[in-house]
């Protein structure tokens, strides 16, 4: 049997795991919905997404870091992938935090809540830089640990 990597971290309504090889299924909810890939050039194919889940499975091993399936923890349904890539802004090393929802479970705030856990996975105090692909925008941001609450 497969061990299954479920991360430490959590949201209140969410969970994540990296994803395996065996989760094209799971990965075309996602990266083969037109509506939900709106932002880019175009749904993912077949091949696009065997393509993009060895890309996440070689980013673990080399990086430590890649977007993750985000499961809603009421229903085991999956809500988007998310994640952290390594990559190079300017010449520089940089990490880019990036979350596809899917579309019908947009609105819900999930892309919100997808943000500091993925984050969080990373090390504190790290550059972040985040896009946002169907308005063009890039907003770099500092990580840092949140208070606890009392």
Same mark, same amino acid.
């Given at each position: ?117 993925? #984050? ?14 169907? #308005? ?12 606890? #609450?009392?």
């Amino acid at each position: 049997m497969e061990k299954i990597e479920l991360l430490e971290v959590q949201s209140q309504r969410l969970y994540f795991r990296r994803l395996r090889a065996t989760d094209l299924e799971l990965a075309s909810c996602v990266l083969q919905n037109a509506e939900t890939m709106a932002a880019w050039d175009r749904p993912y194919d077949r091949s696009d997404t065997l393509d993009f889940i060895a890309d996440m499975l070689r980013r673990y091993r080399t990086d430590g870091i890649g977007y993750v399936a985000a499961f809603e923890k009421q229903t085991d349904e999956l809500v988007a992938l998310c994640g952290l890539l390594a990559e190079q802004l300017d010449g520089r090393p940089a990490v880019s935090l990036g979350c596809i929802v899917r579309s019908e479970k947009r609105f819900h705030g999930f892309g919100r809540e997808c943000c500091p856990p993925c #984050s969080a996975v990373h090390s504190r105090g790290s550059s972040l830089t985040a896009s946002f692909p169907s #308005s063009g925008l890039t907003t770099s941001v500092r990580s840092r640990p949140l208070p606890r #609450s009392a």
